[in-house]
């Protein structure tokens, strides 16, 4: 055995040193490492850079199947590759990291609680891996904090108990809610409800089953300017259970317009309704929608309904099977307008209560017209051959009214219009021998309905030879005092078409032209002559040329 020379045994000297004593104690019988007594399950440890001691747990989890975690921020497994990251701030928290399975099945409830409260108020993505995920209790959003999905057909929401909401915001601002789907399946209220929400987007989500509204935007807020505005919605797909009295997407806000939804954009919006409102704007002001499809396969409830004191609301485009209903404002209100109502596959005209304003432009192979206003108001509609005649009446309104015909007649009435009322009112018949446009005026509770014509623009009717303003059997004209009537072409003016006709001047009573005129015989004189010294011949002569031009025009016949 070798020595130092000394008659020291070299291993032996080897074996005694400290840092021999430091590995045997690391090391058990059969020659495995042992790490620290504090050592957790499946914890990767360190090595001391200094004494070469295996130190304190690292918080980085291998297990048997070679998992990695580290939680918070990596879940790498074997099967799935990397589940969630997170930038070098730590702003994306994946669901999966807090326990949730995602499987269908289990309430993931408290994972999800337990990430937004991670996330906290600093703000922050929760990403949300392929999955279903069961949440029956509502999701309370009150900080910045976007919900990521990766794809609605993929990852959703879904409701197994309960009747609450799906999902809630409150006073938040900046936030994402995108690719994923909402499922109330007919137990939750509603799947998103947002009270002063603002510059956020909502995109990419498929909505479903809820039993009150898909969508609630508006604010409870009592205080101006305090509302939920300036958010964009984008791609988003709402169907209502069959035969539901739930409503797709809800506007609202307070009495007085000052706080509510509005400035809110929406583009491809599609609902799916039944018995419930497709949209419903109510006391919400200047959102915008751009291409909207509201379909209503059956049920009896509109797809899209003005209510209140809804003001300036524009849709460019919109196809609404269930049709479209402008309520009777509880205040003045500003016109809604539609750029583009798609009656191609049906749709009714729009129905328009009594004070209400709302124009419209019609498009689509089998549309009847377009309507447009202009002015301090409107007053509109247009209805297909055959429809039952709309009545619309608001009084001291200005604006203007045009409708188009497939070849068939087209009518439309204005009614309750006071004297102080100026009106430009116009109809258009399209090309075609057998179109026809009949305009009528009325007045409601037996008033008196007036057109006052603009000075210097006169009241023209005279778009071809066969154009004709046409008085009913009981119409007629009523001219004030001290006005004219001009009535005249160039080939002529005919008054009556029957000999049965009335006619009276100057407040007579209006008679039947009076007959048994024979035709005098001889000559007939139209100069002058004095009475004092005309002659019966002369006389005679000058007889029988009026009585030659009353018959002429009409005026007695024989």
């Not at 993505?125 to 609605?152: D, E, H, K």
């Not at 509880?330 to 124009?359: C, F, H, M, V, W």
């Amino acid at each position: 055995m070798p020595n130092t020379g000394d008659g020291t045994n070299v291993v032996d000297l080897f074996l005694a040193s400290a840092d021999v004593a430091a590995m045997q104690a690391n090391l058990d019988l059969d020659g495995a490492v042992i790490g620290p007594a504090s050592a957790t399950d499946n914890a990767v440890v360190r090595f001391d850079a200094t004494t070469g001691k295996l130190v304190q747990d690292s918080g980085i989890l291998v297990d048997d199947s070679n998992n990695v975690t580290i939680p918070g921020i990596l879940a790498l497994t074997k099967t799935e590759g990397v589940t969630g990251l997170s930038d070098k701030g730590g702003q994306v928290f994946n669901v999966r990291a807090y326990g949730a399975t995602g499987d269908g099945a289990t309430d993931d409830y408290a994972a999800f609680a337990s990430a937004i409260a991670a996330i906290g108020a600093s703000g922050g993505i929760l990403y949300l891996p392929p999955g279903v995920y069961v949440v029956n209790t509502t999701l309370a959003i009150t900080n910045p904090i976007s919900i990521i999905g990766c794809g609605p057909t993929i990852t959703s929401l879904f409701r197994t108990s309960g009747t609450t909401d799906v999902l809630t915001y409150s006073q938040v601002t900046g936030v994402r809610l995108a690719g994923l789907t909402i499922d109330g399946n007919s137990l939750a209220g509603r799947c998103i409800y947002a009270d002063r929400i603002n510059q956020s987007t909502l995109a990419n989500l498929i909505i479903r089953g809820p039993t009150d509204f898909g969508v609630e935007i508006g604010t409870v807020s009592a205080s101006a300017n305090d509302g939920s505005s300036y958010n964009t919605f984008s791609n988003v797909n709402i169907n209502l259970p069959e035969s539901s009295m739930a409503g797709g997407l809800k506007l609202f806000g307070n009495s007085g317009l000052t706080s509510n939804a509005c400035h809110n954009v929406f583009q491809n919006l599609r609902v799916l309704h039944y018995d419930g409102v497709g949209i419903d704007i109510i006391n919400a002001d200047n959102n915008s929608f751009y291409l909207t499809h509201v379909l209503r396969p059956s049920g009896t409830a509109y797809s899209v309904v003005f209510r209140d004191e809804a003001r300036g609301n524009y849709f460019y485009h919109l196809e609404a099977k269930g049709g479209v209903s402008a309520e009777a404002p509880s205040d003045a209100s500003y016109g809604n307008a539609i750029y583009g109502y798609d009656r191609e596959n049906g749709q009714p005209a729009p129905t328009i209560a009594a004070g209400a304003k709302l124009s419209h432009t019609v498009d689509g192979r089998s549309s009847t017209g377009w309507v447009l206003a202009q002015g301090l108001g409107c007053l509109s509609g247009a209805v297909s051959s055959g429809a039952s005649v709309p009545s619309f009446s608001n009084s001291g309104t200005r604006g203007f009214y045009a409708a188009s015909s497939d070849g068939t007649t087209v009518e439309a009435k204005l009614e309750g219009l006071g004297d102080s009322t100026t009106v430009l009112y116009e109809a258009f018949g399209k090309t075609g021998a057998s179109a026809q446009v009949r305009v009528r005026f009325g007045a409601t509770s037996g008033g008196v309905g007036t057109i006052n014509v603009v000075t210097n623009h006169p009241l023209q009717i005279n778009t071809g030879n066969t154009t004709r303003l046409t008085v009913g059997a009981t119409g007629g004209f009523i001219v004030a005092d001290a006005n004219h009537i001009a009535v005249g072409t160039i080939t002529g003016t005919k008054i009556g078409t029957s000999i049965e006709q009335l006619l009276g001047f100057w407040n007579a009573t209006p008679v039947v032209r009076p007959t048994g005129w024979g035709a005098p015989t001889g000559t007939a004189t139209r100069t002058t002559f004095a009475t004092s010294t005309v002659t019966m011949e002369q006389l005679a002569e000058r007889v029988k040329a009026l009585i030659d031009d009353l018959t002429t025009i009409g005026l007695i016949g024989a």
